[in-house]
């Protein structure tokens, strides 16, 4: 039951995290491509009535576009590791783990998996207490005036997603080590 609940959570957050990270995609790219046909359009302005038409209009880049990317990104991040977790997809240096000693080579396993459940869990807090420090001081964006810490609270929930799955993922693993003894 756990671990279907695990794997659904993480599965659902890598979901929206490609949601989120697809649409932070399209925005830039929608942004980019205003800016490169108003670059061009500018010079035209007088000469081609469409161009002057098109920049009344507002054709350009999507205004506060880095802050949307940064909002997004954030959350993006903390919405991959749950499922990097589960699968043990973490970045990892395996230069001397082949030749180490089966029972040498299973603790530093265990090590690296408590490892990643600690840093996730002083991230998240430290993330949270941060965030409503933002809350608190009412701080905004600098183009769109968003409060700053909507976005950060979306990567504190992904956050702790991220502590429940590599804290289920070390838990398992050490039940597993110590059935193997």
Excluded: N
């Excluded at 649409?23 to 302005?45: E, F, K, M, Y």
């Excluded at 007088?46 to 209009?57: A, E, F, I, Y």
């Excluded at 700053?148 to 398992?172: D, K, L």
């Amino acid at each position: 039951m756990v671990d279907e609940c695990v794997h659904a959570l993480a599965k659902f957050m890598a979901l929206l995290g490609g949601v989120v990270l697809c649409a932070v995609i399209l925005l830039v790219g929608i942004s980019v491509l205003g800016r490169a046909i108003a670059d061009l359009l500018h010079p035209l302005r007088d000469t081609v009535p469409v161009g002057g038409v098109l920049l009344d209009m507002g054709i350009g880049a999507i205004r506060g576009d880095f802050e949307w990317v940064e909002a997004g990104m954030g959350f993006v991040v903390f919405a991959f590791m749950p499922w990097a977790a589960l699968c043990h997809a973490h970045a990892r240096v395996d230069l001397f783990a082949p030749y180490m000693p089966r029972g040498l080579r299973r603790l530093t396993q265990l090590l690296g998996l408590w490892g990643f459940a600690l840093a996730f869990c002083v991230i998240a807090v430290m993330l949270g207490l941060g965030t409503w420090s933002k809350y608190q001081s009412g701080q905004t964006s600098f183009i769109l005036g968003l409060p700053v810490w909507m976005p950060q609270a979306a990567g504190v929930i992904a956050a702790f997603a991220a502590v429940f799955v590599t804290g289920y993922v070390a838990i398992c693993a050490t039940r597993g080590a110590m059935r193997d003894e």
